[in-house]
């Protein structure tokens, strides 16, 4: 049998507000980036001879994306030519996928729709839309046939209600490709299938951090991640205990990213104990960041206190102190109320934007 190559892609989430990124040009780069990164792998696929782009849900972030980009992703389809492109609705974009959308669809994109299966050679390609699909939905394929199953939701346990791949063990499933977690993961249906999700291509927030791109796998039963962000977005903790100036505490930051490319986002955030009376000017350290894409800086510092003064200190100070460490709540968040209380009693502005 000839082999056949194919790019399992999903969550690409086009038209995205990446409210995340709070910079208005940064944000407007990156959802260009997002758009782009469709084509980046249309281009890819050209270029190595792969048969067909599976994009197993979320294509788009909402129901109502912009005519503007639908376009976009129309001409993408019609630039990749030999291509074919196969397109499973999912839950953010189900309704994306109106009647114009689909009439402008050229002769080598389809819509996958209620397990309608689509042959090409020894290849059948079937998609099963809902977040919650059930065994009886999929009736099993032929043996002698390369079967391709396309689902976006949870992957469930038990009688949990979403996929559960153990109830497809036996219907001649050689690959499952998954759309909804936003992370690469792979495993086995049966002896014969293997399942994964892709994850996104690009990562939209500092909940998608590392290393995104997507799958490439073939009839030989290959499967391999391949790494295409158009950059990382990265959560780090930089320990700035001791550091008692804003120019020491910016000199460890920049130290820290120096193993990072300067093309990513980050979300930087101090931890240690430093000076009460110290206060961290989140703002203008993001601003002195400059050098990379995007960086937000988050204050997770604790106070550095004299315990022993504070228990025996006759002054609101001292009381506060003592009130709080009676508090049934994690030493943490002990941390943060003594922080911003101190913050407060002596007239210091409060920042508490943790996120």
Request: glycine fraction near 8%.
């Amino acid at each position: 049998m000839e082999v056949y190559r194919f790019i399992h892609t999903a969550d690409l989430h086009l038209d995205s507000a990446l409210s995340s990124i709070n910079n208005g040009q940064k944000a407007k780069t990156r959802r260009m980036e997002l758009t782009d990164c469709f084509k980046r792998m249309a281009d890819f696929a050209v270029a190595n001879n792969v048969f067909g782009i599976i994009v197993a849900g979320d294509m788009f972030d909402v129901k109502n994306a912009s005519p503007s980009v639908k376009m976009q992703v129309i001409d993408v389809i019609k630039s990749a030519g030999n291509v074919n492109f196969y397109l499973l609705g999912g839950n953010h974009d189900d309704k994306a996928f109106d009647d114009d959308f689909i009439n402008a669809l050229p002769n080598n994109a389809v819509m996958l729709k209620n397990g309608v299966r689509y042959r090409s050679g020894k290849v059948v390609i079937a998609g099963f839309e809902g977040d919650v699909v059930d065994e009886s939905q999929v009736p099993a394929f032929d043996e002698n046939d390369f079967n391709v199953a396309v689902m976006h939701g949870q992957v469930v346990s038990g009688n949990g209600e979403g996929i559960n791949i153990k109830k497809f063990a036996g219907k001649n499933i050689d690959y499952l490709a998954l759309g909804h977690i936003h992370k690469f993961e792979e495993g086995k249906i049966d002896r014969r299938g293997k399942w994964a999700y892709c994850g996104c291509p690009e990562g939209r927030g500092f909940d998608e951090i590392g290393e995104k791109g997507f799958v490439l796998f073939d009839t030989l039963g290959n499967i391999k991640f391949v790494p295409f962000c158009r950059r990382r977005l990265n959560e780090i903790k930089v320990d700035v205990s001791g550091l008692d100036s804003y120019i020491t505490q910016l000199d460890k930051i920049k130290k820290d990213l120096l193993s990072y490319s300067t093309d990513d986002a980050f979300k930087i955030i101090l931890v240690g104990q430093v000076d009460p009376a110290l206060r961290i000017d989140v703002g203008a350290i993001s601003a002195r960041l400059d050098h990379v894409f995007y960086a937000k800086v988050v204050d997770k510092t604790t106070p550095k206190f004299d315990v022993k003064k504070l228990e025996n200190e006759k002054s609101l100070r001292g009381e506060f102190f003592r009130v709080v460490n009676l508090l049934d709540v994690s030493e943490e968040h002990k941390q943060q109320i003594l922080k911003l209380g101190f913050c407060a009693l002596e007239g210091r502005e409060v920042n508490d934007d943790q996120d």
